[in-house]
């Protein structure tokens, strides 16, 4: 059974930066695509960012040069550092994983995290 746990949130002023990782166990981590999605107060959930079996990224276009993603197969992890956070940053961010990579139409995935909620102040 597969079990992802999110961790690194927090409050932060605008501009700040965070690190979320999420640590992966009960499955061969290598052979999936890493993700992470957020659903602020109010809204629908949405993807941020993912990356390949192989390494290839996208990101939201929000995001972009602002967030990046990354792996660790030797560790299970992947991380999303956070720079030049923004209010509407704010949410809850849940890490997901698949085996199949749906590049930036990504909307779906096999297993999902708890989430952990960032909150960005002005």
């Known amino acids: 059974q597969v079990q992802l746990v999110e961790s690194g949130g927090g409050l932060v002023q605008a501009g700040a930066s965070l690190r979320l990782s999420c640590a992966a166990s009960g499955g061969t981590f290598r052979l999936y695509a890493m993700g992470w999605f957020r659903q602020g107060p109010g809204k629908e959930r949405e993807f941020v960012a993912g990356i390949s079996r192989s390494g290839s990224t996208v990101y939201l276009d929000s995001v972009k040069g602002r967030f990046i993603i990354s792996r660790d197969n030797a560790k299970n992890t992947v991380y999303l550092q956070m720079d030049s956070l923004k209010p509407e940053d704010t949410a809850i961010y849940y890490c997901?994983?698949?085996?199949?990579?749906?590049?930036?139409?990504?909307?779906?995935?096999?297993?999902w995290g708890q989430g952990t909620q960032v909150t960005v102040s002005s």
């Open positions: 997901a994983q698949d085996r199949a990579w749906y590049g930036s139409t990504w909307s779906r995935a096999d297993y």
